[in-house]
């Protein structure tokens, strides 16, 4: 099970998921090239090398095959690795992620009020701002401090650069070529069209589910309803009933965290 994670994250952002399944799958949780631990890229950034980058690291691990889950970015990218080799990945996971960032005004003045934030105020201040849309409610307050520290790590040039290769990107055009068992989750609140997600939903003939009360950082503020569906996916399981599909409970950062490495 590879988990790619978004823009502005890395892979220990995965904590929640991991300390759930990794008892049941084969764990792969990398950081992106640029982000986290990793180096960045020789040369562009391009979702297309980043989908071929970690095919790579699959090949040297000796995975024939995988189960991946992407969120936002890491969608994307996840999307483009089945399209580079749709036989290999059975099961796929989109969270908050789209088949393009083109020909919708919303996803354009995102990505470029988002560098323009960078570009005036510098990363931390920026940071803080993001961290605060995804993460409103008083209650969210380590979960958004904690963002902005990620977040502020980030050098500018791999933000700018991952966020220019996203809004390049599409794979509209190329959605007939998925093989994947797919499930999209989307946030209820998150900024991205869920009548895109919707459309995408039918054209992968993928199942979707829409967690209520979450906005963009699905994993991170809905990550019960995030994992049972992930586990549904991964198992060949029904969905959790509509219910259970809504965003954590009140809890403190660190009793979340809990024995996560």
């Not at 980058?53 to 995988?66: G, M, P, R």
């Not at 963002?147 to 220019?164: F, N």
């Not at 549904?232 to 809890?251: G, K, M, V």
Request: proline share 6%; hydrophobic share 45%; with cysteine.
């Amino acid at each position: 099970m590879l988990l790619i994670h978004g823009l502005g994250c890395s892979g220990a952002d995965w904590a929640l998921q991991v300390s759930a399944l990794e008892s049941q799958f084969y764990m792969i949780v990398p950081d992106v090239p640029g982000f986290g631990s990793s180096t960045p890229p020789g040369g562009t950034y391009s979702i297309a090398g980043f989908a071929s980058a970690l095919w790579a690291l699959l090949d040297h691990l000796e995975v024939l095959s995988a189960n991946i889950v992407g969120f936002s970015m890491g969608g994307a990218v996840a999307l483009e690795m089945a399209l580079q080799r749709p036989t290999r990945v059975p099961r796929l996971a989109l969270i908050n992620s789209l088949a393009t960032y083109q020909g919708h005004w919303r996803k354009w003045a995102y990505a470029r009020t988002s560098a323009a934030l960078i570009r005036l105020f510098g990363m931390r201040r920026a940071a803080s701002i993001f961290a605060a849309g995804l993460f409103p409610e008083p209650w969210q307050k380590g979960m958004r401090d904690r963002a902005t520290e990620e977040v502020a790590s980030i050098p500018a040039d791999s933000y700018l650069g991952m966020s220019e290769a996203l809004e390049q990107w599409t794979a509209a055009e190329r959605l007939d070529r998925i093989e994947s068992r797919t499930l999209i989750i989307a946030g209820e609140d998150d900024h991205t069209p869920l009548a895109e997600k919707c459309a995408l939903t039918a054209r992968l003939r993928a199942r979707m589910v829409v967690i209520r009360g979450s906005r963009h950082a699905t994993p991170f503020d809905a990550s019960e309803a995030t994992n049972s569906c992930l586990l549904a996916l991964l198992t060949d399981q029904p969905l959790p009933p509509y219910d259970r599909l809504i965003c954590d409970r009140q809890q403190p950062l660190a009793q979340r965290y809990r024995g996560v490495a």
